[in-house]
C-alpha cells in the first residue's frame, strides 16, 4: 500500500493536474476573498470571519476532485497497466486505500496555505485576535472531512469507466448531489416525519455543524462512514472484473 501512495503522491505532485488543482484552488479563492468586490470579499464583510472562505471552498472542490480522481483508475484500465499492478503481491483494497490516501494528501496540501488566510483575518480583527476560533477549526477540519468524501466518490467513479470525461462528469454528479441535494429533497412531503433524517443523510448537514467548532461523534461517523462507504464500493467495482 505504502509503494502505491508514494507512487501516486509523486505523480500528482509531479504532474501538471496536481500542481493546477492547488494553484487553482488557491487563486479562485484568493480573488474571490482578497480581490473581487463581491459578497465573499473579507475586507467588504466588515466582520473578522473565515465564514465566506467555508462557503466557498466546498463548490471549487466539488470541480477540482472530480479532475483529480478521474484519473485514479480510468487511465490504467484503458492503458492496461492496473492489470501490472494487480500483478504484484497487494491486494485490491491496498491499492485503492494507497489512491485514497494521495488524493486526500494533495486535497490538504490545497488546504494548508490557506491558513495563511487565518493569520491575515487574525490580524485584521479589532482588536486582534477577535475571531471564531474554535468556529473557524473545526470548519477547516470540515473542509478537509468534506473534501476526503469527495475522493472517496471520485474514486469510486473512476473505477467504473475508462473514460476520463465520464469518470468527472459521474464524480461531479454524485458528490454534489450528497453536499447539497438532500437539502432540496429532505422538505418534499412523501418523507414526512423522515424528514430531518434524509436531510442528516447530506454532507452539508454534518459539514455545517462541525462549522460551530463543536467536533461532534456523529459528524465525525458520517463522514468516516460516508468513506469507508464508497472504498468498499469501489473494490466491488474492481473485483467485478473477475466475475
Known amino acids: 500500500m505504502l509503494a502505491v501512495f508514494?507512487?501516486?503522491v509523486n505523480s500528482f505532485l509531479s504532474s501538471l493536474i496536481g500542481q493546477i488543482t492547488i494553484i487553482v484552488f488557491l487563486l479562485i479563492n484568493g480573488l474571490f476573498l482578497w480581490i473581487f468586490p463581491t459578497g465573499f470579499n473579507i475586507l467588504n464583510y466588515g466582520y473578522a470571519t473565515l465564514d465566506n472562505l467555508f462557503m466557498l471552498s466546498p463548490f471549487v472542490f466539488l470541480f477540482l476532485i472530480p479532475a483529480v480522481t478521474m484519473r485514479t483508475f480510468a487511465d490504467e484500465r484503458k492503458t492496461g497497466t492496473f492489470e501490472i499492478i494487480m500483478t504484484r503481491p497487494v491486494t485490491d483494497l491496498q491499492v485503492i486505500t494507497g489512491k485514497y490516501l494521495?488524493?486526500?494528501?494533495?486535497?490538504?496540501?490545497?488546504?494548508l496555505p490557506t491558513l495563511v488566510y487565518f493569520f491575515s483575518v487574525y490580524q485584521l480583527g479589532s482588536p486582534v485576535g477577535n475571531i471564531d476560533t474554535g468556529g473557524t477549526w473545526g470548519s477547516f477540519i470540515g473542509l478537509l472531512f468534506l473534501a476526503s468524501g469527495f475522493?472517496?466518490?471520485g474514486t469510486f467513479c473512476s473505477s467504473l469507466t475508462e473514460n476520463n470525461i465520464v469518470s468527472f462528469l459521474l464524480t461531479l454528479l454524485i458528490s454534489g448531489f450528497f453536499y447539497i441535494g438532500f437539502d432540496f429533497i429532505h422538505s418534499l412531503s412523501i418523507f414526512g416525519s423522515l424528514d430531518l433524517f434524509i436531510k442528516s443523510l447530506g454532507i452539508n448537514a454534518h459539514y455545517t455543524s462541525m462549522s460551530r467548532g463543536v467536533i461532534d461523534t456523529r459528524d465525525v461517523l458520517y463522514f468516516l462512514s460516508l468513506i469507508a462507504f464508497f472504498i468498499l464500493l469501489t473494490k466491488v467495482s474492481l473485483e467485478s472484473r473477475k466475475w
Not at 494521495?102 to 488546504?111: K, R
Request: charged share 20%.
Open 102 to 111: 494521495a488524493g486526500v494528501v494533495l486535497v490538504l496540501l490545497s488546504i
Open 6 to 8: 508514494r507512487k501516486e
Open 151 to 153: 475522493v472517496a466518490i
